[in-house]
């Protein structure tokens, strides 16, 4: 009788643990599954962040391209503004000149 109630503990014991190490796997594959999730959550934010910064790139380059345009046209509207301002002072000049060829023809016939 002894030696059954032994055995009978025995394999109780043995029952609960082998419960025991079968919660552990479980728990243990769950900790697997949790830590390939955040790897996965991790992977999707990388690709997140790495869209973000080829937007951000993008569109930085868009507004350079776009600064330049606006320079250049700045710098032609100028020069155009210049080259009518020469102009405007040639032709001053130019009548400056055929008014004084006027004057003075006009003092050689009084004399």
Known sequence: RERQRESA??????KRE???R????????????EKGESKRERESRRERE???????????????RAKERREKEREREQEIRERARESKREERAKERREKERESEKE?????
């Not at 503990?9 to 043995?14: C, E, I, Q, T, V």
């Not at 919660?23 to 599954?33: I, P, T």
């Open 9 to 14: 503990r025995k394999r109780k014991r043995s």
């Open 18 to 20: 082998e419960r025991a």
């Open 22 to 33: 079968k919660r552990e796997r479980a728990r243990e594959r769950e900790r697997k599954q």
């Open 50 to 64: 790495q869209e973000r910064e080829r937007a951000r790139k993008r569109e930085s380059k868009r507004e350079e």
């Open 107 to 111: 003092i050689e016939r009084e004399q």
